[in-house]
């Protein structure tokens, strides 16, 4: 199984969630409290 930071993690949700929702990019930063 490939190993991913937590980073790349929240970057590939942040991009699917952009892409479904089509909402601006206001809350890039949401997750990142590690």
């Not at 490939?2 to 790349?8: D, I």
């Not at 993690?9 to 949401?30: C, G, K």
Request: charged letters at 10%.
């Amino acid at each position: 199984m490939p190993q991913y930071t937590a980073g790349q993690i929240d970057n590939a949700i942040w991009l699917i969630s952009q892409n479904i929702e089509n909402t601006p990019p206001h809350h890039r930063t949401r997750t990142i409290y590690y």
